[in-house]
């Protein structure tokens, strides 16, 4: 280490240049960042194939919901106004379909204009009313059973412009004025507010973040150069990260939206370790160093150990490498290139640029101690009186909270991501409630679509669907062609209502249908060589549980029948999204736990040092994970993440414990006295280092999704349990215990 800081000095502008350089080369792919919203894309390719395979069968799978909601919706004003939206939305360029109110030839608004409250315009208006009431494929899907809202469905086509042609249909619906009150809800709706909000939220995030950085590191070091450096590696670390971004062909989304949150609350900790000792030294030798001798003493002092707490952090977020849900993954890699960029110039490029300065007069008064270093004299004195105590009351705490865990609720709703008064969420409950909910599974069908005992099949089967509470409506081939029989029939006539007996008749009545019909509404349900269709089924509930749940309870329906073959659709990604995060998270919670604590291993030489490194950060899960099952906070992508940067970002905590603590057993062999010593040296910048991590997670709270500001809670509590277990039941550890790793060797 010593020859190491002496070339560190000597080339130090060399070493400045070589940070600065790459800095400025990966802030140039930054203007190609983009935003992408699709829940699809967050699992792998092979795992959303079918649902590319089902759009290319019966077009596009994405619809935008145009609600319009009144006292009554049939008035004719409003019908008028719902006419227009649906007139205008037609000419937007990438509709596949538009499916609104139908007005047949007998509409009784058609003949001439009436008088709203007149009684021939009651009288029309509640023959519509029972026109429609005998409609099962409008009622509950484009009108509302209490005649209070409407639907416009508005299907898009798969052209990969969704985000356009949304933004498209909702500034054109707003041009008509109307007495109908008008919200938009749907997927293509949610992702749209993702795109705007992404950006927005990382807006905020990396401003607010930054200035909080700047006053914790204001608050702790009161020299402007200590504020400085750690904050422009913190900026350094934040350019190449997300540079990277687009220059692996990658776009940001609601997961790695977290990601200079995350730098600015862990990247700066390196530099606060270097900058602390750097004053402590300074004090130390009451400023008659040079600034080169201190850039030295810094490089000699803290080059190992800052440097082995950054491997074990960058250790435990590869571990989200592990996870299925991409985005998860991608945060792992960009954070860990984040890190170790931060902990390079931490240790390089901070004491290089400190050793072109002039030494400052120290900030820590000898004659005067700040009131960190009094507060840890007196925590240490506590520690060696009652140690047993402080291990009691631990255990008995975990215990509680690890009655918890087994409440936790996994789930990924992106509508849940907004709080209760956001548009999305309003939208979403009137469509779940009114018009069968907006995700939807697709069970397939395949063989002789045109054979009536193949119909009736689908008939039979999505008539069991529709009786699950979880389902609002259900759409086939055979509920269409019942509806034509029902047109062909009187009521009282055999066929009325019914599948037709042969398949002469089944093709028949789809030739009618389709030159006096609407031949596109065939097409969203059978190919065109009838030889594949699909039964339709709505969510009425955005919850993931709920639909893995519909979705599970459907595939025991179909199994025995070779008739249907899979299940697809919105709802399936969410099963499989909801499944890929419990898994996600057991791999890179037991990996990251692994990885870290085999690392404390190697370098204290010793097994029993990980299991001791491991007991901080697996009181800190378990409080967290309780916290989580007692407090009802879900499960989700976001929150599956925390496990992970925990571990990573803890174990630092631990490893400059026990590594300060081990060099004062070597010259005093006792522990209370050892203990006193790590935590009036070390202890200050752990605590700063800890403080800075918790306050950068802060901003979170500011977030438009609830998880992310849920993320934000859970890692200030976890960092603050992972602090107290660092400086409180760590030391009582080692005074009860005496581990023989730490102890002084003859």
């Given at each position: 280490m010593v020859k190491l800081s002496e070339l560190v000095v000597k080339y130090r502008w060399f070493v400045i240049i070589i940070f600065s350089v790459v800095t400025l080369l990966m802030a140039i792919p930054l203007k190609d960042s983009a935003v992408d919203p699709d829940v699809e894309n967050m699992l792998p390719e092979y795992m959303s194939v079918h649902l590319k395979e089902l759009e290319e069968k019966f077009g596009g799978m994405e619809i935008i919901f145009v609600l319009v909601e009144s006292d009554d919706i049939l008035r004719p004003s409003v019908l008028e106004h719902i006419n227009s939206i649906a007139d205008i939305l037609k000419n937007v360029q990438g509709i596949e379909r538009i499916n609104s109110i139908p007005m047949s030839d007998d509409d009784p608004f058609d003949d001439e204009k009436l008088s709203e409250g007149s009684a021939q315009e009651l009288q029309a208006r509640e023959k519509l009313r029972n026109m429609l009431k005998n409609?099962?494929?409008?009622?509950n899907t484009l009108v509302s059973e209490d005649f209070k809202a409407a639907s416009i469905l508005v299907r898009m086509k798969n052209e990969g412009k969704g985000l356009e042609i949304t933004r498209k249909v909702k500034e054109e619906t707003l041009k008509i004025q109307g007495p109908g009150k008008i919200s938009f809800g749907g997927m293509p709706v949610i992702k749209e507010h993702i795109s705007e909000d992404v950006p927005r939220d990382m807006m905020i995030?990396?401003?607010?973040?930054?200035?909080?950085?700047?006053?914790?590191?204001?608050?702790?070091?009161k020299q402007l150069r200590g504020v400085l450096l750690p904050f422009l590696v913190v900026i350094m670390s934040i350019i190449v990260s997300m540079g990277l971004v687009p220059l692996l062909g990658w776009k940001m989304t609601t997961v790695t939206i977290i990601l200079p949150v995350i730098l600015i609350a862990i990247a700066n900790g390196y530099g606060i370790h270097i900058i602390s000792r750097y004053q402590l030294d300074n004090m130390v030798a009451g400023g008659k160093k040079s600034s080169l001798e201190l850039s030295k003493d810094v490089f000699r002092e803290l080059a190992i150990p800052v440097l082995l707490t950054g491997v074990t952090t960058i250790a435990g977020m590869l571990c989200l490498m592990t996870h299925t849900v991409v985005p998860a993954a991608q945060l792992g890699i960009l954070s860990s290139v984040g890190i170790f960029f931060a902990l390079m110039a931490s240790i390089f490029f901070i004491p290089a640029v400190l050793s072109t300065l002039d030494a400052p007069k120290p900030v820590i008064d000898k004659e005067k101690r700040p009131a960190t270093e009094k507060m840890l004299k007196k925590l240490s004195n506590f520690l060696s009186l009652h140690p047993k105590k402080l291990l009691s009351a631990s255990i008995v705490l975990t215990t509680i909270m690890a009655a918890g865990i087994p409440l936790i609720i996994v789930d990924s709703n992106l509508a849940g991501y907004y709080p209760e008064d956001h548009p999305v969420r309003k939208s979403a409950k009137l469509i779940n409630e009114k018009f069968g909910g907006s995700q939807v599974i697709s069970i397939n069908v395949d063989g002789d679509i045109k054979d009536p005992q193949v119909l009736r099949k689908i008939d039979e089967t999505e008539k069991k669907i529709s009786l699950h509470k979880n389902v609002g409506n259900t759409l086939s081939i055979a509920k269409l062609l019942k509806l034509i029989t029902k047109g062909a029939y009187k009521p009282e006539e055999k066929g009325f209502g019914q599948i037709p007996e042969t398949k002469n008749a089944v093709e028949f009545f789809l030739n009618k249908y389709n030159e006096m019909g609407d031949p596109e509404e065939l097409r969203k349900l059978v190919n065109n060589d009838f030889?594949?269709?699909?039964?339709?089924?709505?969510?009425?509930?955005?919850?993931?549980?709920?639909?893995k749940k519909v979705v599970e309870d459907t595939q025991k329906l179909i199994d025995d029948d070779p008739v249907f073959t899979k299940i697809t659709g919105s709802g399936v990604i969410f099963k499989d999204l909801i499944e890929k995060v419990i898994e996600g998270q057991i791999i890179s919670l037991f990996l990251s736990f692994f990885a870290v604590s085999f690392l404390v291993m190697l370098l204290f030489k010793s097994i029993v040092a990980g299991i001791i490194a491991g007991i901080p950060l697996a009181v800190s899960l378990v409080l967290m994970f309780g916290f989580m099952g007692f407090t009802g906070v879900t499960l989700d992508i976001a929150t599956a993440l925390i496990s992970s940067i925990v571990i990573g970002v803890g174990v630092d905590y631990t490893i400059h414990f026990l590594w300060r603590y081990k060099i004062e057993m070597s010259k005093h062999n006792d522990p209370v006295m050892a203990v006193d010593h790590t935590l009036s040296t070390t202890g200050r910048g752990i605590i700063f280092n800890a403080l800075s991590v918790m306050v950068g997670f802060v901003v979170l709270l500011f977030s438009s999704f609830l998880p992310i500001r849920f993320f934000g809670t859970l890692i200030f509590l976890s960092i603050a349990v992972c602090l107290i277990g660092s400086i409180v039941l760590l030391p009582s550890i080692c005074i009860v215990f005496r581990p023989k790793f730490l102890e002084k060797k003859d």
């Amino acid at each position: 280490m010593v020859k190491l800081s002496e070339l560190v000095v000597k080339y130090r502008w060399f070493v400045i240049i070589i940070f600065s350089v790459v800095t400025l080369l990966m802030a140039i792919p930054l203007k190609d960042s983009a935003v992408d919203p699709d829940v699809e894309n967050m699992l792998p390719e092979y795992m959303s194939v079918h649902l590319k395979e089902l759009e290319e069968k019966f077009g596009g799978m994405e619809i935008i919901f145009v609600l319009v909601e009144s006292d009554d919706i049939l008035r004719p004003s409003v019908l008028e106004h719902i006419n227009s939206i649906a007139d205008i939305l037609k000419n937007v360029q990438g509709i596949e379909r538009i499916n609104s109110i139908p007005m047949s030839d007998d509409d009784p608004f058609d003949d001439e204009k009436l008088s709203e409250g007149s009684a021939q315009e009651l009288q029309a208006r509640e023959k519509l009313r029972n026109m429609l009431k005998n409609n099962n494929m409008i009622m509950n899907t484009l009108v509302s059973e209490d005649f209070k809202a409407a639907s416009i469905l508005v299907r898009m086509k798969n052209e990969g412009k969704g985000l356009e042609i949304t933004r498209k249909v909702k500034e054109e619906t707003l041009k008509i004025q109307g007495p109908g009150k008008i919200s938009f809800g749907g997927m293509p709706v949610i992702k749209e507010h993702i795109s705007e909000d992404v950006p927005r939220d990382m807006m905020i995030f990396m401003p607010l973040g930054l200035l909080i950085m700047l006053g914790v590191l204001m608050m702790s070091f009161k020299q402007l150069r200590g504020v400085l450096l750690p904050f422009l590696v913190v900026i350094m670390s934040i350019i190449v990260s997300m540079g990277l971004v687009p220059l692996l062909g990658w776009k940001m989304t609601t997961v790695t939206i977290i990601l200079p949150v995350i730098l600015i609350a862990i990247a700066n900790g390196y530099g606060i370790h270097i900058i602390s000792r750097y004053q402590l030294d300074n004090m130390v030798a009451g400023g008659k160093k040079s600034s080169l001798e201190l850039s030295k003493d810094v490089f000699r002092e803290l080059a190992i150990p800052v440097l082995l707490t950054g491997v074990t952090t960058i250790a435990g977020m590869l571990c989200l490498m592990t996870h299925t849900v991409v985005p998860a993954a991608q945060l792992g890699i960009l954070s860990s290139v984040g890190i170790f960029f931060a902990l390079m110039a931490s240790i390089f490029f901070i004491p290089a640029v400190l050793s072109t300065l002039d030494a400052p007069k120290p900030v820590i008064d000898k004659e005067k101690r700040p009131a960190t270093e009094k507060m840890l004299k007196k925590l240490s004195n506590f520690l060696s009186l009652h140690p047993k105590k402080l291990l009691s009351a631990s255990i008995v705490l975990t215990t509680i909270m690890a009655a918890g865990i087994p409440l936790i609720i996994v789930d990924s709703n992106l509508a849940g991501y907004y709080p209760e008064d956001h548009p999305v969420r309003k939208s979403a409950k009137l469509i779940n409630e009114k018009f069968g909910g907006s995700q939807v599974i697709s069970i397939n069908v395949d063989g002789d679509i045109k054979d009536p005992q193949v119909l009736r099949k689908i008939d039979e089967t999505e008539k069991k669907i529709s009786l699950h509470k979880n389902v609002g409506n259900t759409l086939s081939i055979a509920k269409l062609l019942k509806l034509i029989t029902k047109g062909a029939y009187k009521p009282e006539e055999k066929g009325f209502g019914q599948i037709p007996e042969t398949k002469n008749a089944v093709e028949f009545f789809l030739n009618k249908y389709n030159e006096m019909g609407d031949p596109e509404e065939l097409r969203k349900l059978v190919n065109n060589d009838f030889t594949q269709a699909q039964i339709i089924a709505q969510i009425n509930s955005e919850s993931s549980e709920t639909i893995k749940k519909v979705v599970e309870d459907t595939q025991k329906l179909i199994d025995d029948d070779p008739v249907f073959t899979k299940i697809t659709g919105s709802g399936v990604i969410f099963k499989d999204l909801i499944e890929k995060v419990i898994e996600g998270q057991i791999i890179s919670l037991f990996l990251s736990f692994f990885a870290v604590s085999f690392l404390v291993m190697l370098l204290f030489k010793s097994i029993v040092a990980g299991i001791i490194a491991g007991i901080p950060l697996a009181v800190s899960l378990v409080l967290m994970f309780g916290f989580m099952g007692f407090t009802g906070v879900t499960l989700d992508i976001a929150t599956a993440l925390i496990s992970s940067i925990v571990i990573g970002v803890g174990v630092d905590y631990t490893i400059h414990f026990l590594w300060r603590y081990k060099i004062e057993m070597s010259k005093h062999n006792d522990p209370v006295m050892a203990v006193d010593h790590t935590l009036s040296t070390t202890g200050r910048g752990i605590i700063f280092n800890a403080l800075s991590v918790m306050v950068g997670f802060v901003v979170l709270l500011f977030s438009s999704f609830l998880p992310i500001r849920f993320f934000g809670t859970l890692i200030f509590l976890s960092i603050a349990v992972c602090l107290i277990g660092s400086i409180v039941l760590l030391p009582s550890i080692c005074i009860v215990f005496r581990p023989k790793f730490l102890e002084k060797k003859d």
